[in-house]
């Protein structure tokens, strides 16, 4: 099943953030607390709470963050 192109900033903004919440909660979760039996619970925990502060902010900052690219970006020595 493909999704419509005019979906594309929402799905990029859902997979990253899922992602990076889930690799964020992970290594701090492990850094705060260790790696013991309660863990993966914990890391759960941590991630519940993370993702939905992660998808807006994603969906706010990733067209900023493509401006700034973009004005950094030298177009002619793409051609290159």
Do not use: C
């Amino acid at each position: 099943m493909k999704i419509h192109k005019k979906y594309t900033n929402i799905l990029f903004a859902f997979v990253m953030s899922l992602l990076m919440a889930m690799l964020m909660s992970g290594v701090l979760t492990a850094l705060f607390t260790g790696i013991h039996e309660q863990f993966m619970m914990q890391w759960l925990r941590a991630f519940i709470h993370a993702w939905p502060i992660a998808f807006p902010a994603i969906l706010i900052v990733a067209p900023i963050v493509r401006k700034i690219v973009a004005a950094i970006i030298d177009n002619d020595l793409a051609d290159q």
